[in-house]
């Protein structure tokens, strides 16, 4: 069984602040996606990587940044916190190809007071 | 940029009474994906429909894929209360790129 581990559940972070989010998978799959969840906007795509060191912007990008240095790890960076920042961050993993479901860590609930 | 429309965004039912969201893209899909995501937890993949006018059931639910295969639904039969949650729609288009609609959230009272 897939799983996806995202380090931590819960976070509150100060405006400004440089905030990572990690996320593990022990399956080998090459494709790994940062999504960030609000009511009633569904999953947007924030960014993904279909390899390691590579990485590709998804639909809202602005304010985060990605790290990519192992093919099981996948890093989420805020550069420097901000309000509209709060959200629940969801990581998820993908074999290759059109065809693969998304596999679904647990999430990240982050509030930047 | 592809758009995919998720409605309703919330349906209140009575146990045993049906449920049925809709989920339309303003593009042509290649295939589209349904996930259940249980209060507190995380989405978690149900199905994958990717051939035109494609329906495929899992118990009490029914999915269909549109003959354009823009728009797809899910309808549950006789809902229990173990099906709360919310449900999401996900198109992916030629490019490869997946797109969730904005989920329906399912409330279930005893």
């Known amino acids: 069984d897939v799983k996806v581990t995202q380090s931590s559940r819960y976070l509150v972070k100060r405006t400004g602040e440089k905030v990572f989010l990690e996320c593990v998978q022990d399956?080998?799959?090459?494709?790994m996606f940062w999504y960030r969840q609000d009511p009633g906007l569904g999953l947007r795509l924030i960014y993904f990587?279909?390899?390691?060191?590579?990485?590709e912007k998804g639909d809202i990008p602005e304010g985060y940044s990605v790290s990519r240095e192992k093919k099981e790890r996948f890093s989420l960076i805020l550069e420097s916190a901000s309000t509209n920042q709060t959200s629940m961050y969801l990581c998820?993993?993908?074999?290759?190809?059109?065809?693969?479901?998304?596999?679904f860590g647990n999430g990240t609930r982050l509030t930047v007071t | 940029g592809q758009q995919v429309m998720q409605i309703p965004q919330y349906q209140h039912v009575q146990e045993g009474e049906d449920f049925t969201t809709y989920c339309n893209s303003s593009t042509t899909l290649s295939n589209i994906q349904w996930y259940k995501q249980r209060p507190g937890g995380h989405p978690v993949f149900l199905i994958q429909l990717v051939k035109s006018g494609e329906v495929k059931k899992q118990k009490r639910l029914t999915f269909q894929f549109g003959e354009a295969k823009k728009n797809s639904s899910l309808h549950i039969t006789a809902t229990q209360t173990t099906d709360v949650g919310t449900y999401f729609c996900a198109g992916r288009n030629a490019g490869n790129m997946l797109t969730f609609g904005g989920g329906t959230r399912l409330m279930v009272k005893p």
């Open positions: 998820a993993s993908s074999l290759p190809g059109g065809n693969s479901p998304l596999h």
């Open positions: 990587s279909y390899d390691v060191k590579m990485k």
């Open positions: 399956m080998d799959h090459e494709n």
